[in-house]
């Protein structure tokens, strides 16, 4: 099961870190498990997100064209998009 990382800015970190748990939850509908957040330590508003994926495809499409439940808690939590999507190889 290949691991993934997702980056992305937001618009308050301590908003975004607030969100973990339903964040956690929707990674894991998706197909991941074992979902940790990280934090940029040089003072911006980058994050990271790793999670293992099951179905890569189906993680990447949530990602990349969130349903409006996902695109709702998205703006919820501060995402400024673009997500940046890694996939170890």
Known sequence: ????????????????????????ATIEAAGGSDVTDYVAQDGS???????DVHV???????ASAPPPQVQAQ????????PLTIYVES
């Open 56 to 62: 890569i495809e189906f993680l990447t499409s949530v």
């Open 1 to 24: 099961m290949p691991k993934v990382v997702i980056t992305h800015a937001v618009e308050d970190i301590d908003r975004w870190l607030e969100g973990k748990a339903q964040r956690a």
């Open 74 to 81: 998205m703006e919820s939590h501060g995402v400024v998009p």
């Open 45 to 51: 508003t980058n994050v990271a997100i790793t999670a």
